[in-house]
Nanobody
Framework: QVQLVESGGGLVQPGGSLRLSCAAS????????IAWFRQAPGKEREGVSC????????YYRDSVKGRFTISRDSAKNLVYLQMNSLKPEDTAVYYC????????????????????WGQGTQVTVSS
């Protein structure tokens, strides 16, 4: 049974930091690309970051470059999203997604490319 469980969300002031975690099970983690998406109220879900299965290549959308860092721990089947210098516009529900066939590219992750999804964790950036 495939499971992706996000944690680490919460309320943080602008300029603050959060680290999201995604715990994966039930599929070949080491052979899967993992991505983070987010969806703000009234907006479409968008790809934020991605890390490939093989060479660990990464992708970041322009608005988070230099502030967010994605990483994976194969020993623990965990993927992290370290988010620094958070802005109010980062407020959204953040979702973890995985797929065995996808390879992260400069085009960025798209929802149809991913077969496995978590339930999401809320991130609110507000003073």
């Amino acid at each position: 049974q495939v499971q992706l469980v996000e944690s680490g969300g919460g309320l943080v002031q602008p300029g603050g930091s959060l680290r999201l975690s995604c715990a994966a099970s039930g599929f070949p983690f080491d052979y899967s690309a993992i991505a983070w998406f987010r969806q703000a109220p009234g907006k479409e879900r968008e790809g934020v970051s991605c890390i490939s299965r093989s060479d660990g290549s990464t992708y970041y959308r322009d608005s988070v470059k230099g502030r967010f860092t994605i990483s994976r721990d194969s020993a623990k089947n965990l993927v992290y999203l370290q988010m620094n210098s958070l802005k109010p516009e980062d407020t959204a529900v953040y979702y973890c997604a995985a797929d065995e066939m996808y390879y992260c590219s400069d085009d960025g992750p798209r929802m149809p490319d991913f077969g496995y999804w978590g339930q999401g964790t809320q991130v609110t950036v507000s003073s």
